[in-house]
């Protein structure tokens, strides 16, 4: 038989009317909007019972389309108009791992029931969308009696709160030993969440994941914080994971998470700053704003954020550095750009796409560096399809944008690595080196700052310190595989091998192509120092054979294949690849020969390894005049198992490469290399 519904619950300053649906706060009505409306009935009409999320989302929404964001979200509104403070909730608490509970104050009665509503079995009252209060039911026991033992338990409540609140705080504030020091001292860290587009049509994706990156830099600016990379973070993006899990998995302790709302030239941004552990929302803030003021909204969610973790944040001097753009649609076109790279959309017609949206942003603003670095990466990329005398026409035109950021912003991070590359190109590999290292130092340890130090420290044999650095980016971008890639290249150069079968290993949970870490693995079980035998050889060769192109698609990867048990047999084969281009692959990718060297390495001949290390070096462009791209230079170093860098031949190819000059006019040597009496040097 249907029950009467509660009609309203009062107390405080806040009125909760079910029937006419409306909250009201100190004699004023609150706008809430719908689906938060009905969240809060909910809750409230069923005070002390804690509802999972999946409830709440089942009855409210149906569960169709929703993730558990749009729930966060609400929450967040919610406690924003009820005036709750998420550190120290009074009403509306989280219950880690299950969901939420609304308590009543101590002094609150329960809701008031008045006849002529009606509510059906499932409490939900009939023809409304909105969940009813259900009723409680009158029984033996006095009102008074269920007042005092509802009073009871949410005291409890709230001493328990309390307790725990007060406990951290002791913690906080008790002496430090001298072993906990460093723990104690630990920047604070943090990841931003791709913020979500909820414009009606659906189409602002590029703008909510470029307010979130563009937040991101900003907050990873600060040297006293630790701020988790875009790739880690945008890892995340359009799935359903708890926030805990996501916290749990990139090791932070704080998460910033958001929503974008445009309609027209009206923006309205949404943030919520979220403690990790327990999934606790510290505070949420909305940015109703203009589009023209996107600038001003991303300063003040950042400046926010760090307010929120006591750290101080330049911003404007942070933005400067970055050659951006103060112009709306410059930006806008920006960001279009931008998320066509990060969707990796290399094909030809997105490659047009990014040359248009460019060359659209600099004629907006033509003092922004950003946009005519884009310009000249967009006229290469287009080069290289094309062919031909057009192509050519391109490239000359990228080498003219390159020299006008040089001239319009000489001391951006951008015209810096620009002058590092040129300089390296012209053989001047210690200035190149050092203007490279003071773009790293000058500001986050993102890719595009920090991979053509890196590089050029690699090609001089500085391995350890290439780990090192390559480590430091890890811990921003925990969850980016070609980090894990590199850091198996590097480990492997340094012979740590144990370590790189452990970042292998921890590689395979991440998503993106395993070719390389597979590949590397391949040559290291070859050469006998990977756990294993020969069945896990095979395994891998038949996962690197369904690899397209190059080395892995040639006639002599299959053949060997057949006689991975066989060294001679291997070697052969390897012999073969260097009278028959065909057959190795090199005529369709010089770099294969590359693998060539690898596979005489792995299997201990550094004769043939030196031999095919030289096939290498000698197809690119350079190499002889000491001005090879410093990319190329990596094959000296990933062949470690045979002796060859022992190798008089491998001596050679250091002199003729350069990098024995480097050695000798800046005392700095690779790993394992040094000088042998006045003029003469060995590497082991």
């Not at 884009?374 to 080498?399: D, F, H, Y």
């Not at 890890?474 to 012979?495: G, K, V």
């Not at 395979?508 to 870490?517: D, F, T, V, Y």
């Amino acid at each position: 038989m249907p029950q009467p519904a509660p009609d309203h619950l009062a107390f405080d300053d806040l009125v909760i009317d079910f029937a006419g649906r409306r909250l009201s706060r100190a004699g004023r009505e609150q706008a809430l909007e719908p689906k938060a409306f009905a969240v809060l009935a909910l809750l409230a009409g069923s005070p002390g019972r804690v509802f999972t999320r999946d409830e709440i989302l089942d009855t409210v929404w149906g569960h169709r389309h929703v993730t558990q964001s749009v729930l966060n979200r609400i929450m967040s509104l919610l406690r924003q108009t009820l005036g709750e403070d998420a550190l120290h909730p009074r009403l509306l608490h989280t219950v880690y791992g299950i969901g939420y509970r609304f308590d009543l104050p101590v002094s609150t009665s329960l809701p008031v029931a008045t006849m002529g509503t009606e509510v059906d079995a499932t409490g939900v009252e009939a023809g409304a969308a909105t969940p009813a209060a259900p009723v409680v039911a009158a029984g033996p026991e006095p009102v008074r009696s269920r007042r005092l033992w509802l009073a009871a338990i949410v005291a409890v409540a709230l001493l328990a709160v309390a307790a725990a609140w007060w406990s951290r705080q002791a913690d906080r504030a008790a002496p430090v030993a001298a072993s906990d020091a460093p723990a104690a001292a630990a920047r604070p860290s943090l990841a931003v969440l791709p913020f979500a587009d909820l414009s009606r049509a659906h189409d602002q994706e590029y703008l909510a994941d470029g307010l979130a990156e563009e937040i991101l830099d900003q907050l990873a600016q600060s040297q006293a914080l630790r701020v988790v990379g875009r790739t880690s973070s945008f890892s995340f993006k359009g799935r359903n994971e708890d926030l805990r899990a996501i916290g749990r998995k990139l090791g932070v302790a704080y998460l910033l998470e958001g929503s974008v709302r445009r309609d027209g030239d009206d923006l309205r941004v949404t943030a919520q700053f979220v403690r990790a552990d327990d999934g606790t929302h510290l505070w949420s803030k909305t940015y109703a704003r203009e589009l023209r003021d996107v600038f001003a909204v991303q300063e003040e969610i950042s400046r926010d954020v760090a307010q929120a973790l006591s750290v101080k944040l330049d911003v404007a001097t942070f933005n400067r550095e970055q050659g951006g753009t103060t112009n709306v649609e410059a930006y806008e076109r920006f960001l279009r750009w931008r998320s066509i790279v990060m969707r990796e959309q290399f094909d030809v017609e997105h490659d047009r796409e990014r040359l248009r949206l460019a060359r659209e942003m600099v004629a907006l603003d033509p003092q922004c560096v950003l946009c005519w670095d884009a310009l000249a990466v967009s006229l290469n990329a287009v080069a290289q399809e094309v062919g031909g005398i057009q192509a050519g026409q391109l490239r000359t035109e990228a080498s003219q944008v390159r020299e006008r950021i040089a001239r319009i912003a000489p001391d951006s991070w951008v015209a810096r690595r620009d002058r590092s590359n040129a300089l390296w190109r012209e053989g001047r590999r210690g200035e190149a080196i050092a203007l490279a290292k003071q773009i790293v130092d000058s500001g986050p340890l993102t890719k595009e700052r920090v991979w053509d130090y890196s590089y050029m420290i690699f090609a001089m044999g500085r391995l350890e310190e290439t780990i090192a650095l390559v480590e430091q980016v890890r811990a921003r971008e925990p969850l980016a595989l070609f980090l894990s890639r590199d850091l198996q290249y590097c480990y492997t150069a340094a012979r740590r091998y144990e370590d790189a079968e452990a970042e292998y290993r921890r590689g395979r949970e991440l998503e993106g192509s395993q070719a390389e870490p597979d590949s590397v693995a391949f040559f290291r079980q070859l050469a006998g120092e990977r756990p294993g035998g020969l069945q896990e050889l095979r395994e891998l060769h038949g996962k690197l054979l369904q690899r397209r192109g190059g080395f892995f698609r040639s006639p002599l990867f299959r053949d060997l294949g057949a006689v991975l048990d066989e060294r001679e047999a291997m070697l052969a084969l390897v012999r073969k690849a260097l009278t028959d281009d065909a057959y190795g692959g090199a005529a369709a990718d010089p770099w294969t020969a590359e693998h060539w060297s690898m596979v005489a390495d792995a299997l201990g001949d550094a004769d043939l390894a030196a031999t095919a290390l030289r096939r290498t070096l000698e197809a690119h462009e350079g190499f002889r005049e000491g001005t090879m791209h410093q990319n190329f230079y990596t094959s000296l170093w990933i062949s470690p198992y045979s002796g060859l860098r022992g190798h008089p031949d491998f001596k050679k190819l250091l002199i003729e490469a350069g990098v024995a000059d480097y050695w000798r006019q800046t005392g700095r040597w690779g790993d394992g290399c040094g000088p042998v009496g006045a003029g003469d040097f060995q590497c082991r």
